[in-house]
């Protein structure tokens, strides 16, 4: 059987962030993976004050292009499959202001769902990965994604709906991300205290120790301790939103993998049966036979 994963996310730099040790660990074991960016991150910024004069001269010309060529070698790096969906960045409007005409959180969702429809129904995958309702952030992109993933997901194994997007395929499992969560930050967090009470990633985890401080809803614990750094070169692919010096490596890969070598998610839909917690997204995952109508 043809293991198949297809991750959805909001923007260029997403897939990098937010799951990338995961995507290399799968690619490892044979599985085709399928990452779909849902806006080109046309409203971004550079956020990397260290970006070499080339691209930075190329980000204030043409920001887009830029994110493109970026996306395309984080997905070189990671050896996975890229498709854009094509909508436009939404941005963050102001409290109150509704979503630019024609972004991607404007659209209708019986009109925008249907390009990741017809992706979903050629790639066939047995497992979405996405964002939780909240998208993980506000962000309306983020939100947005969640709604288009989930619709998208249902009325895919419909052959009712849109039936000239190809033939109908039921995703087996679905899933939302949670690669940070209140747990593991505790984790870490307990043993650094310890070995350096007074250092820099003590100050950092006492601020994110409130800004993740949910219940566990984590079910499903990935190993990717032998990707981490597959992941950060991902990551640092996406050179005019990520530095070396970004939160994203405040904690050394030899930690991770010490205290915490996994990536966690949750499972949200299962027409499989499956035992948790979990530690292969494709637990209980059935033949390609029985997976569509």
Partial sequence: ??????????????????????????RSRGAEVMVVSCTGGEAGRVLNASLDAAARAMAGRDLTGLRRIEMRNAAAVLGIEHRWLGYVDSGWPE????????????????????????????????????????????HPDHVRTHEISVYARDAAADPARYPDAGPAWRVQKTYYDHIFNAPRIQAIYEVVRVRDPDGEIVKQMDELRGRF?????????????????????????????VSPDSTFFRWPNELQREIWPTEDFQLADSVVETELPETDLFAGVLDDGVSHD
Avoid: C
């Fill in 95 to 138: 409290d109150g202001e509704p979503e630019p005409v024609n972004s991607f959180a404007s659209i209708p969702l019986d009109i925008s769902a249907e390009p990741l429809v017809r992706v979903i129904r050629s790639f066939r995958p047995q497992v979405l990965v996405t964002y939780d309702e909240n998208g993980g952030y506000p």
């Fill in 1 to 26: 059987m043809t293991l198949r994963l297809l991750s959805v996310h909001a923007h260029p730099d997403d897939e990098s962030s937010k799951g990338a040790g995961t995507l290399a660990y799968y």
């Fill in 213 to 241: 401080d949910q219940p566990d809803v984590t079910t499903t614990h990935v190993p990717v301790g032998d990707f981490l750094e597959v992941r950060d070169r991902a990551l640092l692919s996406h050179a005019s939103q």
